[in-house]
């Protein structure tokens, strides 16, 4: 039984640039969290996607974008990347209306210049 | 939901008991507690959660004071692979903002 698969696992983008990443959820899961790890930090909520829409936003700006799909995979979007959103960016996956806990993906590194 | 506090970092050796503590003083009625870890280029690995009664399995075990305000995580036999950061956190059941502080850096040695 397939986890949380996440893509790609490493990536390097210039300032301005636009990127997308890209998240699969355990089988059986039917909701998508974004969370964005700096290094030395806790995870950072993002926000979560069910149903094909975001259902809960964290104090991230509107660069920050998502979107499910049918198969309950997502794929997360940031516009005009700055510095500062170099980190690791996990996925968690979860079954609606459990709150056990996210199953979490290995994440993607992120690398701005 | 309600912040917690846990120390910076923790030594275990191989073997014993690993006990990280988490105070969580304005922990709401509705708010469950819970562990997670994250060991290093991983995502984080849930480990346990609890309401108000001891819970135990396969991973941990957790206790949870009566007045609710702390909890401590307990490894029984710490491992070398059990070298991890350790997040507590309080949330609601169906709040789906599950937020992360610091954590515990443990490091267990041989």
């Known amino acids: 039984d397939a986890g949380v698969t996440q893509s790609p696992t490493h990536l390097i983008k210039t300032r301005g640039q636009q990127v997308t990443l890209r998240c699969s959820p355990k089988?059986?899961?039917?909701?998508v969290s974004w969370y964005q790890q700096a290094l030395g930090q806790g995870p950072q909520f993002i926000f979560q996607?069910?149903?094909?829409?975001?259902?809960q936003r964290g104090n991230f700006p509107d660069r920050f974008s998502g979107h499910q799909f049918p198969n309950y995979s997502s794929e997360l979007n940031v516009n005009a990347l700055l510095l500062g959103d170099s980190a690791l960016y996990l996925c968690?996956?979860?079954?609606?209306?459990?709150?056990?806990?996210?199953?979490f993906g290995s994440g993607t590194r992120l690398t701005v210049v | 939901d309600a912040k917690t506090t846990q120390p910076t970092s923790m030594d275990c050796a191989e073997g014993r008991a690993a006990n990280l503590p988490c105070n969580h003083s304005?922990?709401?009625?509705?708010?469950?507690v819970y562990w997670y870890r994250q060991i290093h280029s991983q995502g984080p690995q849930y480990i346990i959660h609890?309401?108000?009664n001891n819970e135990t399995n396969e991973m941990a075990s957790l206790i949870i004071t009566e007045d609710r305000k702390s909890s401590t995580l307990i490894l029984p036999h710490a491992t070398l692979r059990d070298t991890a950061v350790y997040y507590c956190?309080?949330?609601?059941?169906?709040?789906?903002?599950?937020?992360f502080g610091a954590g515990t850096r443990l490091t267990v040695k041989p």
């Open positions: 304005t922990i709401s009625g509705n708010e469950y």
């Open positions: 089988s059986g899961h039917d909701t």
């Open positions: 609890g309401l108000k």
């Open positions: 968690a996956s979860s079954y609606d209306g459990q709150g056990d806990g996210y199953t």
């Open positions: 996607y069910y149903e094909e829409e975001e259902r």
């Open positions: 956190i309080v949330r609601a059941y169906n709040n789906n903002d599950m937020r």
